[in-house]
């Protein structure tokens, strides 16, 4: 018995390589890629959140570039971004930051069963606003884990896997909901060079070039700063064949390109 399971095993190996081989030849054609790429569309990304000081709204446009052929998103600076209280009115007022976001201020948070609504114009003169929301309860987190893996995710430029963190996730649906979770995050990164000038000194805040001199300076921070990164993709879920049951281990990736500790 043993002895046929083994030659079972050789078989359908063998055969699997015949027919991938046989996939290859006979089903890839070469085609040539359209894109239909368009210039100046408005996408806005904006979060109303329970917790002090982490709402946000990001405002970005499609550019593209002819002369070089290339397509690229850009953060729409000087708009006016402010969230409307529909209970009482009250306006706040959105400023961008150094990370290309708009962020509220710092005491600001909205509270459950309040309604809002966003209001946004450009320097250019458009104008967008949402509809108005009402802010459901938030369902309570019961447990988070950070766990190390020395290869968490593989990096294109290095080549290779690197190491980071996953960030797991516990909580309990409420059964006859329909939710939907969305994951947001931030880092802080300590910073150890805050600026640096090739072939120039710092005066003013500003570079100025210099004939002779070393081919660059890096002027330390003083007093400490930090780098805040937000998540590249949003990670989403929905509870639909999971309504009412216990969600565990649900993750986000953070992997590390470099030595220091990051605060999320």
Not at 75 to 95: C, G, P, Q, S, Y
Not at 136 to 162: D, G, L, M, Q, T
Request: overall charge negative.
């Amino acid at each position: 018995m043993k002895h046929y399971l083994i030659k079972l095993k050789t078989y359908l190996i063998s055969t699997f390589w015949l027919t991938m081989l046989v996939f290859i030849t006979s089903c890839i054609d070469l085609v040539d890629a359209e894109y239909n790429y368009q210039d100046n569309i408005i996408f806005i990304d904006a979060y109303a959140l329970t917790e002090v000081g982490t709402s946000t709204v990001s405002i970005k446009r499609s550019k593209w570039f002819e002369a070089y052929n290339s397509y690229s998103v850009e953060f729409v600076t000087k708009a006016k971004v402010r969230f409307e209280n529909m209970n009482t009115e009250l306006m706040i007022d959105f400023i961008a930051d150094s990370t290309k976001v708009y962020v509220c201020p710092p005491d600001f948070a909205v509270k459950e069963g309040e309604v809002w609504k966003l209001h946004i114009e450009l320097a250019d003169g458009r104008y967008f606003e949402s509809k108005p929301e009402k802010v459901k309860a938030a369902i309570p987190i019961n447990e988070i884990r950070a766990e190390y893996s020395p290869e968490v995710v593989y990096y294109a430029p290095r080549e290779k896997f690197v190491p980071g963190h996953r960030i797991c996730i516990d909580w309990q649906d409420p059964e006859g909901e329909e939710n939907y979770y969305l994951w947001k995050y931030k880092t802080f990164e300590p910073l150890y060079v805050c600026k640096t000038c090739e072939r120039g000194i710092l005066r003013n805040e500003v570079c100025q070039s210099l004939r002779f001199g070393p081919e660059y300076y890096n002027y330390l921070c003083d007093p400490a700063c930090w780098q805040i990164k937000y998540e590249k993709e949003p990670v989403i879920f929905e509870d639909l064949l999971f309504d009412g049951a216990t969600i565990t281990n649900k993750e986000i990736i953070l992997p590390f390109y470099r030595r220091p500790d990051i605060f999320i």
